[in-house]
């Protein structure tokens, strides 16, 4: 079910307060839908409900049951995702531009590409509005770069999921 926005930002809320709580991660993930503009002709509000519709059914099928998806505006979705930190966000936008965005939808009987950008932000232990002001920003320079971008957001303090792995040595193996 695609939430509002008010259900969306709702939804970080006890979701941050959660992952500060269990001190687990939580990745906010913001998407802006570029392409032509459907609100406007040869396209009319209908055409743009059915892009959203099917933008938000392949996004659903990427998607954990405990996930969020919600509309913020017309073109601007948000992801709440908990357990998730930055690094794993950003891999999931990688399969959202494959996946949902890499195939054309039908929009008034045409085939029409969408592209996207994204803004990713953690939350490491911050409050719910610092993860959406961060996510807004980061999502502000993907634009700026153009379609397809991805950023993360630089303050994220939390360390890549890679760093958590400790080499493995002989004295190691040895009680």
Known sequence: MLLSRDELIATLFRETDRAQRIKTSLALLLCWIDGPDLSEPPYDRHDLDDAIREVGHRTFRLLRCYDSVGQISEREFGLVLPGCNSFNAVSLAERLKID?????????????????????????????????????????SARATGPGSIERCACDTEPDAASFLMPVTDSALHW
Not at 117 to 139: D, K, P, T
């Open 100 to 140: 949902v965005f890499g195939s054309p939808v039908m929009i008034a009987g045409k085939h029409v590409r969408l592209a996207a950008c994204f803004g990713i932000a953690g939350s490491g232990g911050r409050s719910s509005l610092a993860v959406f002001r961060n996510a807004e920003q980061a999502l502000k």
